[in-house]
């Protein structure tokens, strides 16, 4: 049994523990305090705002020991705002967060709430039927390092990146029915 956590401090916490409820041999669980952190297999820090999450990261002495977990190793998964906190560089914002993933991202890249938008790609990677991919205030990533694999692009734009241990999406696979993209991150445990 893979145990995932997801960060549950702030964000589209109880729709990624309801999808993982639904993949078989995963035991989902909220993570708030650093005691937790030695107990979970993986972990997915989910959309929000990503401000927020970084604060309460912080707030919650949680920063360095997920580091410490990510940079060992542990698999970790961001959406949307996840994406941000994993991000090393952030394009349009000083703030800085867990800096583990070697990719600079454009916080709200896509625009405002009225720019949020869905689609349908074919990623055979990740799945064999198309997915479905809800964009809300996206982020998107403008640069990777050479140990970055880019997984899929929208407009052009890096939507999904994957390096070692880490997976990075622009968009929320919890708001939609489809499963790929948790099962793909129960894969990499």
């Given amino acids: 049994m893979k145990k995932i956590g997801v960060l549950g401090l702030q964000g589209a916490i109880s729709e990624h523990l309801d999808k993982l409820s639904k993949i078989p041999n995963v035991e989902p669980f909220s993570l708030k305090y650093k005691e937790e952190i030695d107990t979970i297999d993986g972990l997915i820090i989910p959309g929000g705002e990503s401000t927020a999450i970084g604060r309460l990261l912080s707030d919650f002495n949680l920063t360095e020991p997920l580091k410490t977990r990510v940079n060992a190793g542990m698999p970790v998964w961001g959406t949307c705002a996840g994406m941000i906190i994993l991000a090393k560089t952030i394009t349009n914002d000083r703030r800085r967060h867990l800096e583990v993933m ?78 790929s993209f948790h099962r793909y991150f129960a894969e990499m445990i």
């Fill in 102 to 179: 070697d990719i600079n991202v454009m916080r709200n890249g896509y625009g405002r709430q009225l720019n949020s938008f869905t689609t349908e790609v074919s990623l055979a990677k990740v799945s064999s039927d198309k997915i479905p991919l809800v964009f809300i205030r996206a982020p998107y990533v403008v640069e990777v390092a050479p140990n970055v694999e880019v997984l899929l692009r929208v407009d052009e734009n890096i939507v999904a990146c994957r390096q070692d241990n880490m997976l990075a999406t622009s968009f929320h696979p919890e708001l939609t029915e489809d499963l």
